[in-house]
């Protein structure tokens, strides 16, 4: 946005003033701008974060007892609901087809992002769209991920949580205009304390928001990230309860042997085949579904496709829903060797089938879920084959959801924040340390994008190549204007300055102007519309003048945010390589020649000499093709030179006489 130095004018969202700033902007601004806004802005974000996860879970809990009339549904075995006895197991079939003609329509008509597991759009907004998130993502999000889950969807509730937190930040920040870099910690900080909440594990939260979503660490987004984090736990735990998630798990559990170890590394090559094997698979059913729906109408196809994910259902009831009574079932040693293979291969099933079909759910939980079955499996195998030294199955599974969802994902921070405190065995730390980093290895090996990316992989999105662009996206027009010695007051003073000593005046035009706050992005839109090679720069608050904004400016911060990520003495040895046999010339154009008063594309340049820039008033622009060239205007073209003269061959007489 830029606005008349002298008055207001509005923006595309809301209205700026230039002026003497009152109590109201000062605090606006400096939420904007300083350490102390952002340290209260996280406190807000985490606050609704916290709230916004204990909504979603009571939301999910209430819609499955509508269907069911159970909030733990499934581990039964094939049961019917109870609201519904006449229909018996035909029940489990129909559950996501009625689902599915729920929520169906309400993604497509008002947010078909919404479809899916969230998070990569979240990842994509942050990287590439500035933080922005439309704010009606999260109320869509959260009703259909909570009928999707309530109806039998085989999908978590974590990727639900962080795209409805996101959005809630997206949405205030925008509200306020936070200026793009702050805009991509706040959401950050709305996903981590979406995490935080619902597994009661803030260095989780702050870890996911970071590692996943924000894919960069500074003092400052670290700061807001642990505030957020610490703020959403504190809120859902009253709601929730404070004992870590998987309760149940024996907090003392340790690897006691060092030999163990190796079987450890084992189960960590194992779990991360598991984790790039689920992520191929879901993107497989994906594309299988979206051959076979082409052509047909979008909000439809849950509820067809819910007939297939009701089949399973019907095959392996205890795949409904989230499946957290599944594991803790697991945990406690209620399954045979077999049934938990079976769960595991199921679960990879129904959670891709879920997604393919177009539901709305998450893929954190299934991870764990699929790393857990994977981690018991192997330790009732290990302690079989090599008796109590092994140790018990339950650190295995432990040591199996870290490797899983290491692998899918590539976090392994998070990996293990969560690992540890949704067990509360921090003496784990090591086991769980080493199959991360195992499991982490292992899956870059075998594929480039993680169960995140690849669906930004599959749109021509790469993250991985763009994240080097982080430093330019930082840049503000504050960072990048010449600053001047003394700010001067945006308020008229009373007294015009008199030129007449130095000169006359030829000419006078009201600027335009950008605030020190506004993206690099936008600042250069309005300086390339200005029509000027430079704009002032107004404070945050709107009080004070405090530079002036060039090309030049810019272009030199460019280079400098650049060169930072560089290593020095490779930008010291970088000298840039002359282009062989062009010159760039400079050609004033003369009164009634061929280019006088022409279209510059009309213009009969000579072969080899191409106009790229065109200096006029003393400021040099590119030249636009549809422009037309006057007389005292200077050209630069891009000539190539002419090849140099042959030499001649000296003949036999010339040889001879010399």
């Given at each position: ?58 939301l999910v809990e209430g819609i499955t007892w509508a269907f ?375 899956s870059r090996e075998l594929g480039y994008g993680t169960i ?207």
């Open positions: 946005m830029h606005t008349p130095l002298a008055s207001a004018a509005p923006s595309r969202t809301t209205r700026r003033t230039v002026g003497s700033p009152g109590a109201h902007r000062r605090f606006v601004g400096a939420l904007r701008s300083t350490r102390f806004g952002l340290l209260a802005l996280a406190v807000v974000i985490g606050a609704g974060a916290g709230l916004g996860a204990v909504v979603f879970r009571l069911t009339g159970s909030t733990a549904f499934g581990q039964q075995g094939r049961v019917g609901s109870a609201h519904l006895p006449w229909l018996g197991l035909a029940f489990l079939v129909l559950a996501p087809v009625v689902g599915g003609l729920l929520y169906g329509p309400l993604v497509h008509r008002f947010a078909p992002e919404a479809r899916g597991h969230g998070v990569p759009e979240v990842m994509v907004a942050v990287a590439e769209r500035g933080g922005r998130i439309r704010p009606q993502v999260a109320l869509v999000k959260a009703l259909a991920s909570a009928i999707t889950i309530g109806s039998g969807g085989s999908v978590g509730r974590e990727g639900p949580i962080v795209q409805i937190g996101s959005a809630l930040a997206s949405g205030f920040g925008q509200w306020i205009r936070m200026p793009e870099h702050r805009l991509r910690v706040l959401v950050a900080c709305g996903a981590g304390g979406g995490i935080a909440a619902t597994f009661n594990a803030p260095i989780t939260g702050v870890f996911f928001g970071a590692e996943i979503i924000l894919r960069e660490l500074s003092a400052e987004s670290l700061f807001a990230l642990m505030v957020s984090a610490m703020v959403a736990d504190a809120v859902a735990i009253p709601f929730l309860g404070d004992r870590p998630f998987l309760e149940d798990f024996p907090v003392h559990a340790a690897i006691t042997a060092p030999q163990d170890y190796l079987l450890v590394a084992l189960l960590a090559v194992v779990a991360a085949f598991l984790g790039q094997g689920f992520s191929k698979l879901l993107y497989l059913i994906e594309d299988v579904c979206d051959r076979l729906w082409r052509g047909r109408p979008e909000w439809a196809r849950p509820a067809v496709g819910g007939v297939l994910v009701g089949l399973l259902l019907l095959a392996l009831p205890q795949l409904y829903g989230v499946g957290y009574p599944v594991m803790f079932a697991a945990l406690d040693g209620r399954y045979a060797l077999g049934f938990l293979l079976l769960l595991l291969v199921g679960k990879m099933l129904a959670t891709s089938l879920t997604l393919g079909v177009g539901g709305s759910g998450g893929v954190f939980a299934p991870s764990l879920f699929v790393g857990l079955m994977a981690g018991t499996a192997f330790g009732m195998v290990v302690t079989h084959v090599l008796g109590p030294v092994a140790g018990s199955p339950v650190l295995y599974a432990a040591m199996g959801m870290a490797g899983v969802f290491s692998s899918s994902t590539r976090a392994p921070l998070t990996a293990l924040a969560s690992i540890v405190e949704m067990t509360g065995a921090f003496g784990l730390a090591l086991p769980v340390m080493l199959t991360v980093g195992i499991a982490t290895a292992v995140y990316t690849t669906k930004l992989l599959r749109r021509g999105q790469d993250l991985e190549r763009t994240a080097p662009w982080a430093a330019f996206l930082r840049l503000t027009a504050g960072t990048t204007m010449h600053p001047f010695g003394r700010a001067l007051p945006a308020a008229p003073a009373g007294s015009e300055p008199d030129l007449s000593a130095l000169g006359a005046v030829v000419s006078r035009a009201r600027p335009q102007a950008v605030f020190e706050d506004e993206p690099i992005a936008e600042a250069l839109r309005n300086l390339d519309g200005s029509g000027r090679d430079g704009l002032p720069v107004v404070a945050t608050d709107g009080g004070a003048v405090t530079g002036w904004l060039t090309t030049g400016s810019v272009l030199g911060a460019v280079r400098r945010s650049l060169a930072a990520e560089r290593d020095q003495a490779e930008a010291a040895s970088d000298v840039p390589d002359p282009l062989p046999d062009f010159d760039v010339v400079e050609l004033r154009v003369a009164p009634g020649s061929a280019a006088d008063g022409r279209v510059a594309v009309d213009v009969a340049w000579p072969d080899g000499a191409v106009p790229v820039a065109v200096e006029r008033a003393g400021t040099d622009r590119a030249l636009d093709p549809r422009s037309r060239v006057g007389a005292g205007d200077v050209v630069q073209l891009l000539v190539r030179r002419a090849a140099p003269a042959p030499v001649a061959e000296p003949s036999a007489e010339d040889a001879v006489t010399a």
